[in-house]
């Protein structure tokens, strides 16, 4: 069982960035696939970005692509989210979570573990 700890969340004007990170403890993030997820107010929760167990698949929204970059650093036991050119809809709450599968997947319920969240606030 692994536990997920984000960080790095804040204010930051349009067009600024931010980089969150996803702390695991309990095992290693190496043994699962890894996906950020967010929730705006009144929203369901939507797919960001998922890295694969190996490290060299990736998958972005739409939405987000080009702008947004998943990683990995096993040394630190860290996955980050790196965004850059934000903008008020990416306004929310990001949640990190693992999946023991071997397939990339967007939706929630593939994922086994998730953090607690971390508030990205963008304003116009």
């Known amino acids: 069982q692994v536990q997920l700890v984000e960080s790095g969340g804040g204010l930051v004007q349009a067009g600024g960035s931010l980089r969150l990170s996803c702390a695991a403890s309990?095992?290693?993030?190496?043994?699962?696939?890894m996906g950020w997820f967010r929730q705006a107010p009144g929203k369901e929760r939507e797919f960001v970005a998922a890295l694969s167990r190996s490290g060299l698949n990736t998958d972005y929204a739409d939405s987000v692509k080009g702008r947004f970059t998943i990683s990995r650093d096993n040394a630190k036991n860290t996955v980050y989210l790196q965004m850059n050119s934000l903008k008020p809809e990416d306004t929310a709450v990001y949640y990190c979570?693992?999946?023991?599968?071997?397939?990339?997947?967007?939706?929630?319920?593939?994922?086994?573990?998730w953090g607690q969240g971390t508030q990205v606030t963008v304003s116009s």
């Open positions: 309990g095992r290693t993030v190496a043994s699962y696939a």
């Open positions: 979570a693992a999946d023991a599968g071997f397939v990339l997947h967007r939706l929630s319920r593939h994922y086994d573990y």
